[in-house]
Nanobody, 119 residues
Framework: QVQVAESGGGLVQPGGSLRLSCAAS????????MGWYRQAPGKQRELVATITGDGTRNYADAVRGRFTISRDNAKNTVYLQMNSLKPEDTAVYYC?????????????WGQGTQVTVSS
């Protein structure tokens, strides 16, 4: 069964905007720190942004000031608003649910959504 699923990727011109969405099952979402990661071709997966259940946010230096992460706990959904997009933002973006309400902790991953920034 699909427990975490992303949507909203696509092709956008430099300077444009895009919003990604990620829905997770309620039991996972409520006990998890949610996050977005990305992986460009030939490169390692890197953290983009995270948000805790109470709304505490963390951003990678490369996206701080341009991207905004948010979550709607009623909808079990996390969002990534991406503005002022650059070609170097091109990557597959993955939604992550880091379940921290038990031991051991567990990571759940979505299948990824492609974001391409090109003129």
């Amino acid at each position: 069964q699909v427990q975490v699923a992303e949507s909203g990727g696509g092709l956008v011109q430099p300077g444009g905007s895009l919003r990604l969405s990620c829905a997770a099952s309620g039991s996972i979402f409520s006990g998890s720190r949610m996050g977005w990661y990305r992986q460009a071709p030939g490169k390692q997966r890197e953290l983009v942004a995270t948000i805790t259940g109470d709304g505490t946010r963390n951003y990678a230096d490369a996206v701080r000031g341009r991207f905004t992460i948010s979550r709607d706990n009623a909808k079990n959904t996390v969002y990534l608003q991406m503005n002022s997009l650059k070609p170097e933002d091109t990557a597959v973006y993955y939604c992550n649910a880091y379940f921290t309400s038990g031991w051991p902790t567990i990571n759940y991953w979505g299948q990824g959504t492609q974001v391409t920034v090109s003129s």
